[in-house]
């Protein structure tokens, strides 16, 4: 499924859609702690996080993920936006919880 | 822990200066400052802030005012009460040890001010920024953050006890000066790592001076 479905099946709010919206999602990975994704969020995943700092957008470019999707109604800061524009990294919202929204993902892209 | 513990403990170690960093609050800065200085000893009035981000920050200042300031914005912006089962009680005490209240918000809690609105706060009050236990995963910059951004004006970094300064150095420390301290929680910890400077006086201003190697200040070790 590509990031644009995913974003209407999910009816995520888009906070920034500058960047690749036709990619293919291929999977998914939650977490906060931005050295843990770094390590350890596979390519082309959507990432599922309550941090909103701009580091996020690094972190992203660098792992070649598909998206963000902040939780709990989180909004990025001005300074995150303006770098994920920059960067053309696709930053998404929802206002349910990381374990709501990841279970939904699963759902949608965890089965062949 | 109390003042007159932290005081003497600093005492038995031979520090001439320490710093006051309650999580979120400067509640106590003003008993030990008394009782520190009953003995001859330094207490620098700070606070360790949770911001956003989850990242612990270390703020230090040379005036009780400055630190209070801090805490009034900080206070501002924390949300929750604390839990005295899971967290215990958070006195606030005198120099002499009396127990003349305790605190009910959520000081273990995280602020809602952004790391960069919290430097910015410790800035605006003349105070020193420093990003603690850089090399600990929870609540450490770099844990939380993957990297610390370029274009954030921490004074310093920290590093924990559990890393000489040189070994601090030579991971963390290529781009910003390098401290360390003991992150006491107990009055046992008091002192178990410190940082040496040569400064005219016994000031944050200088310190901050001696971690831009003005002048002979300097961070010796």
Not at chain 2, 164 to 177: C, K, V
């Amino acid at each position: 499924m590509n990031l644009k479905d995913l974003a209407k099946r999910l009816a995520l709010d888009v906070f920034q859609s500058r960047g690749d919206f036709e990619v293919a999602v291929t999977g998914g990975y939650t977490g906060d702690l931005l050295s843990d994704v770094m390590g350890n969020a596979k390519e082309h995943s959507v990432w599922i996080t309550c941090q909103t700092h701009e580091n996020i957008v690094a972190v992203a470019r660098l792992k070649n993920l598909a998206g963000i999707i902040l939780v709990n109604g989180r909004k990025p800061e001005d300074s995150t936006l303006g770098k994920a524009r920059d960067e053309g990294v696709i930053i998404l919202g929802t206002p349910e919880s990381a374990f709501a929204i990841s279970g939904a993902l699963a759902g949608l892209v965890g089965k062949k | 822990m109390s003042p007159r513990h932290i005081a003497a403990a600093a005492r038995q170690k031979e520090l001439d200066v320490v710093g006051i960093c309650d999580h979120n609050s400067a509640e106590n800065a003003a008993a030990v400052a008394e009782a520190a200085g009953r003995l001859g000893i330094r207490a620098l009035p700070g606070l360790e802030v949770t911001s956003k981000e989850e990242v612990h920050i270390l703020a230090l200042f040379d005036e009780l005012e400055a630190a209070l300031s801090l805490q009034e914005q900080i206070y501002a912006s924390l949300p929750g009460e604390n839990n005295e089962e899971i967290f215990g009680l958070q006195v606030v005490a005198s120099a002499d040890d009396e127990v003349l209240g305790t605190s009910g918000r959520f000081l273990a809690g995280a602020t809602l001010l952004s790391l960069a609105d919290v430097i910015d706060a410790v800035h605006d009050l003349r105070g020193l920024a420093v990003a603690s236990h850089v090399d600990r995963e929870g609540f450490g910059i770099i844990g939380q953050l993957g990297f610390i951004p370029d274009n954030l004006p921490l004074d310093a970094l920290e590093v924990s006890r559990r890393l000489t300064i040189t070994e601090g150095r030579s991971a963390f420390g290529q781009s910003r000066p390098l401290i360390t301290g003991s992150d006491a929680h107990s009055q046992d910890e008091v002192g178990l790592a410190t940082t040496s400077f040569r400064l005219e006086a016994a000031t944050v201003r200088e310190i901050g001076l001696a971690l831009r190697g003005l002048g002979e200040r300097r961070v010796l070790s």
